[in-house]
């Protein structure tokens, strides 16, 4: 190694110029003196001759010796918890990767919560949580963290000891070549720092690689080097530097890593670099991102506005994302979802094929017992008095000690009370080879072992399992499936456990979720009756018969059963006995669950087999006293102890107490989860500090086991003096495409693994490939491994299907023929077969996540996490890593448990630090990381943490965390590429195009009003006026209008002559009064009712032009007010009608705070009228002078008024008469607000025109009776009734349940034949469909509901009337849509938007469908903008400004093709029209119109066009909390609102719901979700969402939000 590096510089020297590098990027130096201590420095050592090489020093994580530096170090380190058993090669790799991102306040604008959501418990009220984690190997198992386990990291220091000299590298030759190549790939960076220079300046090239990282650890390692060879130098020098980087900030060290890498370079002599080579230009601002936005001059962030936030959120979503994607997979159709290609440079695997590893042979040894009950009744006659098990209680004393005499003679009886005494002698509840439930509590091994064996002699095979708590335990529900369809009748348990179950009222137990009924059956000796003195269990051979079925869970939660036969079980020992030595009367300590696994086989079944002594170790007693296990193996000389790397986790945390410590007993320890690749490091550290006590490195045995292959392998314990077998130190770059890279170009992604030995006994071996055909593995290759043997499960009983493709399973070699003709068993860990047949394991199938097609494991992921800055934040063992698939891949989802005294700042830098680590150490993006509150997530019974349960939470938004940061920005890299306009086709090639393949030009028309005969008297008028007049004439009595007051009585009505009388009066007054001449504008300020009507006609008399205003709101006077004053302006009115009441309310203190209340032109009340009459009324002569003016807010806040002329109103009055054949006998029903639009008409002038009787109900007062509306259409027997979508919903939510009660008091809706919805919007199918569902049972006809459709240039262009065809609905498919394209789908297939038709389209209203931009001619069912030809368009918008030649295209576009005679207006809205095969009352083909959406709110994002109210509804169907939803774009940015209807604590659970359904549904990443209450979106009289409002409050930070999440 040292030819590369003819002049390798000492330790000492190193870290001096590292020291100097240090002072000078800290500016403690000046770079002239720099170079002269440098070179001075590097001058002084040139003549010196090549030493042992460093890198020897440090032998990268190879065979351990225990070297004295090694203890020096490992004590001097011992000081604070908190840094003491973390793998310090894995977080210094992780701090590394932080450090590329220099310190940051914030770089990411943090969340804002509401203050009542941040007050976390109080400290008194907080218990610590179960840090436990599970010895419960759940899911992803062990590595819940098992408190070490899911470790802190790799290694603790470099080896593990660091020492590791030449001597012990000769030691392993086997390992020879192999470590050989990983030291070259590792340290050699450390000594040859060439190579270093070279991949931390390449690595940032590469975007979205990680900076300086590579240089950077290579300085790491380079002061790990010297630590072992030369302690004493390290000791100042590295432990000044380590203080500067554990805590808070790392050092930009991007600017010295190069230039140390140049110094120490091949021959020593300094290659300045252009500015340009490294990292160093990209990190000239030492603040990160863009923190300077958010930091006042002493760097402490200032209270967030949200706008300079999102600005933030802006600047960070610039940076470069991963390299672009070339290829794209189709996804139905042209819509293109990105898919991962794989990278041409990724590595794959070279290898030869594998070849299967065979065990030693099985020695069967003569006195081996037949069977394991043989075993008991040999050593319960022989030697009954032997000790079989000793438990201990809570304070380490024993408690009981059971002999093999007492065990043979209890499982004698429980086997004779379960065959003789349940059920009756001619009905046995149980019969030989049926199923019973043993359950036990964790500290009562003894009456466990009993039922065991009970069962094992009388033929009834056992299934344990774990004590239900409660009847809602995590995943409880599982096992009691588990025990349904195992046919389980009868449960076994202890007294004390059967006391401590649950109870009902009337002390039986409850049947648990889930579970079958169940008999519990204490089997404690004293309960029982004895056998007869003729009675004697059948004692047989092992058989092919199942012993006993042992629980697993899936990684989805579901618990299988895996059933061993008695001859497997049998194997099994001896397999075991044979590898692990075990002797006659020998003692052994477990720790671990004796109720399955490892703890099963060595405590319960090995051990009777071989006679053993089991000291037993309750988990509730290691949780008081973790050194109980160490102080019982020195206490009995234990030979043999079977723990978890969490037990010795935990006993090193606890060590410093004890000082007789000795552990030279111990031949064996077993290290249950060896096969968690973080298991080493807590090997590592235990060995280091417990070698002092007598520990014996060779004594460490990992071993791996599943549960369906049992033991799959075990280290042997080896004879003294030998050395133990290396490491392999793996890319874990590599590991993520599956294949094995022992030099890793990353330095900071190596996984270190230990081997777990080698293959059992009498087994075989292999690695095939986890996907697909079971193909053997390459050499290099990461496989699942498999194994053949006897000594397996044998099915997961009940599922031949899932039995056969794990226990039956047939590993094929390149050729395809099988390698056995022996099926093999799955294991369910993915490993390889290392040189001299060793096994590594490098993570569980279970636990694998394949994200963009690259491979990895939630335990990595967990021990990268911990890594950062673990203890201060979240609780180790607390944090659960699970994938969840969206949009077409997996996403990694963290989630851990929050200490309760950490602040919100804390938790949130550690978050984005979190991420960060795990980007550069995995290169993959983390989705979601969320914390909870401590003590929250589903546990184990064990006290791990229930990760299917926590994914189910999860996904159901029922979480509940406290806090969550969400990155779908980088994870989500197979978005449809951005969508490219095309230069516009012209507009006559489109026409062509249209013509050659057979399509209509999209165009249709009402009925012809010229045509039309009908007797129609008021035709003969061209002035309303008039016709009011004339009405007064001919029937003066007729009522027009009856007011409805919220009881449903009258309030006011109007005949003709009384209106015509009154009008006159107000005309009068404005004369008089208001001296106002003819055309002058006068606003009407009215709540609805017949004022508005009387003052309308007034103004006509007097030759004024109305403006109808909704008035202020007056408890709310003070958003209400400014709207009524903006139009009062705007409209140019030169005086205000209305009530005294309002009158009064205009010039309150309440509304001066609110407007400038001097400004008001003169108001004037009509509650008292003048007695006498104008001298006479005005005739106006020209019809197309303005006959009133009608002014609305649009959605995106818009403030626009519309001119409406005599002419336009009259044709409008005549269209909707014709339309819904109204005459003087009829009588409608109108709920609806009388302000504008096609309300305005209905509400104020269609009874004139027509002579009808309008039933006028105030929407408001619906708020007081919402039956007050249907109630009065059944009372009226009203065939035609008129209503707004807000009224519609009012009835939905408020009568849903109510509809029993209605029909009892007899209203009938059955005569209704048109109820029409009043809108200028998509028609929203939902709730007119949910509202024609609740309300037929009282005789509503589905067929009667439909909408109307209006816009500002024409305010009705569609309604449906009483004859034609019903309205149809098509369903489209949603992403064609955002390309602006109609496709029509079936219903119910994916992506399918329902579409209603907008009502029929109006006499004398003819529409086109026109392409926005080139105003060309579009085909039939192309999505266009609606352009509409008509007598009742309005004659143009009303503005003060003189801006009209803007909009003047609105009113008067003509089309660049085609037609380009005829003057149309433009809607604005976005639609189709499409032939249907119904006919309509002309006979001809129906053309239906259906309406998309506003242009103006519609969004660009992405190159699509999207409507808010697709989001909208996509997002509401989350989850049940969410009452309203709506969205709007910040800069490209989508910002999704959401009304919580629920508690403040659901509020964070909605943000990956919100965001998961918006990528799933629209391919949209959102950039900011906002959590507020019911009510906040603002909605305007017709029930439509302001937007542009909300966005507006959401920018000034006025909305007040519960919490609002800015997505990185």
Known sequence: MADRDPVPLPAEVRAKLAELELELSEGDITQKGYEKKRSKLIGAFFPQTPGMDPAMGQEKRTPVTPSSSSRYHRRRSSGSRDERYRSDVHTEAVQAALAKHKERKMAVPMPSKRRSLVVQSSMDAYTPPDTSSGSEGEGQGDGDGDEEGGGDGEEEDGGGGGGGTSSSREGSISMEHWISRAIHGTSSTTTTTTSSTASSSSSSTRSGGSGAAGGRLADVLAQHVHISAQHHLRHHHHHRHRKTENHSAPPDVTGYTNSTANATSTDGIQVERAPGAGTATQRQTPKYGNAELMETGDGVPVSSRVSAKIQQLVNTLKRPKRPPLREFFVDDFEELLEVQQPDPNQPKAEGAQMAAMRGEQLGVVTNWPPSLEAALQRWGTISPKAPCLTTMDTNGKPLYVLTYGKLWSRSVKVAYNLLHKLGTKQEPLVKPGDRVALVFPNNDPAAFITAFYGCLLAEIVPVPIEVPLTRKDAGSQQIGFLLGSCGVTVALTSDACHKGLPKGPTGEIPQFKGWPKLLWFVAESKHLSKPPRDWFPHIKDANQDTAYIEYKTCKDGSVLGVTVMRIAMLTHCQALTQSCSYTEAETIVNVLDFKKDVGLWHAVLTSVMNMMHVISIPYALMKVNPLSWIQKVCQYKAKVACVKSRDMHWALVAHRDQRDVNLSSLRMLVVADGSNPWSI???????????????????????????????????????????PPGRGVLSMQGLSHGVIRVDSEEKLSVLTLQDVGSVMPGALMCAVRPEGVPQLCKTDEIGELCVCTVATGTSYYGLTGMTKNTFEVFPVSNNGTPISEFPFTRTGLLGFIGPAGLIFVAG????????????????????????????????????????????????????????????????????????????????????????????????????????????????????????????????????????????????????????????????????DLGQIEDNDQARKFLFLSEVLQWRAQTTPDHVLYTLLNSKGTIASSLTCVQLHKRAEKIAGMLGERGHLQDGDHVALVYPPGVDLIVAFYGCLYAGCVPITVRPPHPQNIATTLPTVKMIVEVSRSVCVMTTQLISKLLRSKEASAAVDVRTWPPVMDTDDLPKKKPPLLYKPSNPDTLAYLDFSVSTTGMLAGVKMSHTATSAFCRSIKLQCELYPSREVAICLDPYCGLGFVLWCLCSVYSGHQSILIPPSELEVNPSLWLSAVSQYKVRDTFCSYSVMELCTKGLGLQTDSLKARGVDLSRVRTCVVVAEERPRISLTQSFSKLFKDLGLHPRAVSTSFGCRVNLAICLQGTSGPDPTTVFVDMRALRHDRVRLVERGSPHSLPLMESGKILPGVRIIIANPETKGPMGESHLGEIWVHSGHNASGYFTVYGDEALQSDHFNSRLSFGDTQTIWARTGYLGFLRRTELTDASGERHDALYVVGALEEAMELRGMRYHPIDIETSVIRTHKSITECAVFTWTNLLVVVVELDGSEQEALDLVPLVTNVVLEEHYLIVGVVVVVDIGVIPINSRGEKQRMHLRDGFLADQLDPIYVAYNM
């Open 681 to 723: 490091s807590s090997c590592d550290a235990f060995l280091n500090v417990f070698q002092t006590k007598g520990l014996k490195p060779e004594v460490i045995c990992p071993c791996a086991s599943s549960p369906e292959a049992l033991t799959v392998a075990i280290r042997r314990p080896l004879e003294e003096g030998t050395t």
């Open 844 to 1007: 569980k199938m279970d636990g694998l996540m394949v994200v963009g097609g690259r491979r990895h494991n939630a335990d990595d992921i967990v021990a990268t996490a911990l890594a950062v800055e673990p203890m201060k934040f979240v609780y180790r063992g607390r944090i659960a890593v699970f994938s969840i698939t969206v949009l077409h891949d997996e996403r990694i989802v963290v989630v851990a448990e929050q200490r309760p005294d950490s602040t919100e700042e804390d938790s949130f830098q550690w978050m984005s630090r979190v991420l960060q680590a795990i980007d550069g150490i995995h290169q993959v993006g983390v989705y979601c990381l969320a914390l909870v509150p401590s003590n929250t997530l589903p546990k184990t019974p064990l006290g791990g943490i229930h990760l299917s349960e926590t994914k189910q939470l999860f996904l159901e938004g029922a979480l509940h965390p406290c806090n969550v940061l969400m990155c779908p920005h980088t994870c989500v890299t197979n978005l449809p590429k951005p969508r490219q306009k095309q230069p516009e086709i012209g507009p006559a090639s489109v026409m062509v195009g249209n013509l050659v393949s057979g399509k209509r030009i999209a165009q249709a028309s009402g009925r």
